[in-house]
């Protein structure tokens, strides 16, 4: 077997004695071209309807946009997809458009971590797939107007930034947030030769990991001027979560050693008092960060990016049963909710957001252990996302996995991340070479070509 880990997070990678589910073979090509037609149908109403914006509303047919001027989020997490599906003429348009309109001299406040996912990672890993030097000049020229959220006393970074003054607020933040910030800049360093990225955004985990709690869990919110915990809630769930995979994938990208024996300290106390065994499989829910003691037995769509994270670890009997916890999650109601209570096997909270991580999951899974029941999977998610989120104008998101109730918006990471992965799933072609690939928190490819 392959393992995606040239270091020794792999060394738990066993053998795995699970089956394989005995239905016959599936049809790996015509369903990749399948999904490249469900993404031409999304990006042909985005350039109908909301051209120039950074995303769109598929059932008012018009467009949002998250600041007072686009940043054209859409264009920027798209862009690799099209190169990855072999969409040339559209990645040339898109390409042409981005180099001559995408500016961040704007006095408008960002978010530090959405901004720095999909717009900083868009922007390096189309510098990569392209070769092309503008690229890389927008990407140290967004890096270089994000770097002053990091001057507070701790160096913990504010959440919002302004990209022409450098003023920033919010001092409220998470894990999560100041914690998914190493693969793009430490990748901003790796290409431009200057240090300074990598070190900031490294210092930051360190931060975060200085902080945890005697039994070696995080909380879910601090306040990044005083460093201080504003509550002790742990999980691997929104606002911790890219946190936990961050330090997986820097340590392999970088060959870090500090983020590998954080992980590693994080994955033993994860294991120790915020997995759960119940009698519908494993789990991952909630517990104390200082007593861990359970609290709430919740997991959720955004969790499901956790059987990823153990697959890359090496630990595949548990990567596998968790995905198969997931599976039951996205079934029970047809599709899977933003929350779910494992204990009474229910929707929590019913909305859904279009999220990708649980077919990133089966991406994972499947390269790894080439175990088919991965591409059965990605089949059913992809079956329920045509049957319930499919509008004549791309794709909706939910108010109600219950009622199947529409919600209109698509997020530019649909794009980015969920039809990203469905392809590189099923097509037969391998575009990319997963094992030599680390893909950031919005699935933009990062190849160690340092
Ligand atoms: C994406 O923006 C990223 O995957 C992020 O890490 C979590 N939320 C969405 C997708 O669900």
Not at 168 to 180: I, L
Not at 377 to 396: E, H, N, Q
Not at 400 to 416: I, P, Q
Request: hydrophobic share 40%; proline share 4%; glycine share 6%.
């Amino acid at each position: 077997m392959k393992c995606a880990l040239p270091v020794l997070l792999c060394i738990s990678l066993l053998p795995t004695q699970l089956s394989a589910q005995t239905e016959g073979p599936i049809d790996r090509a015509a369903l990749a071209a399948e999904v490249k037609a469900e993404f031409m149908h999304s990006w042909n109403a985005y350039k109908k309807y909301a051209w120039g914006h950074d995303g769109l509303k598929p059932l008012s047919k018009s467009y949002y946009d998250w600041y007072a001027v686009p940043l054209y989020l859409t264009p920027l997490d798209a862009f690799d997809t099209m190169i990855l599906m072999g969409l040339t003429k559209e990645a040339d348009t898109t390409k042409a458009f981005l180099l001559k309109n995408l500016s961040f001299d704007h006095d408008i406040y960002v978010k530090n971590f959405e901004i720095t996912i999909r717009a900083l990672g868009g922007l390096l890993s189309a510098y990569q797939l392209t070769s092309e030097q503008r690229f890389l000049d927008l990407a140290t020229d967004l890096g270089d107007r994000l770097l002053p959220v990091f001057l507070s006393p701790t160096g913990l970074p504010y959440v919002d930034v302004n990209l022409k003054t450098g003023q920033v607020r919010g001092t409220k933040t998470n894990p999560g947030e100041v914690g998914t910030l190493l693969v793009e800049f430490g990748t901003l360093s790796m290409l431009t030769g200057n240090p300074k990225y990598y070190n900031t955004a490294k210092n930051v985990l360190l931060q975060v990991y200085e902080r945890r709690s005697p039994i070696g869990l995080v909380g879910t919110w601090f306040d990044c001027e005083t460093g201080e915990w504003l509550d002790t809630d742990s999980h691997v769930s929104a606002c911790i979560d890219s946190y936990y995979e961050y330090l997986v994938k820097c340590a392999i990208l970088f060959d870090d050693t500090d983020c590998k024996i954080m992980w590693r300290t994080h994955w033993q106390a994860l294991d120790t008092y915020v997995l759960d065994t119940t009698e519908t499989g494993i789990w991952y829910g909630h517990a104390d960060m200082n007593t861990g003691k359970r609290t709430k037995r919740i997991f959720g769509a955004l969790d499901a990016y956790f059987p990823a994270v153990l697959a890359l670890s090496g630990d595949i009997p548990r990567a596998r049963a968790l995905q198969e916890s997931c599976l039951k999650m996205w079934t029970r109601h047809g599709i899977e909710p933003e929350t779910f209570d494992y204990a009474k096997m229910e929707a929590a909270s019913p909305r859904f957001f279009l999220n990708p991580e649980i077919i990133e999951s089966a991406y994972y899974l499947f390269k790894i252990t080439r175990d088919e029941k991965y591409l059965r999977m990605g089949k059913v998610f992809f079956d329920s996302l045509k049957t319930y989120c499919r509008t004549d104008a791309g794709y909706a998101e939910l108010k109600s996995v219950l009622t199947k109730e529409k919600s209109d918006r698509m997020e530019s990471y649909f794009l980015a991340e969920t039809l990203k992965y469905l392809y590189l799933l099923f097509t037969p072609e391998d575009p990319i070479d997963f094992f030599t690939t680390i893909f950031n928190t919005e699935a933009h490819p990062i190849r160690r070509t340092w």
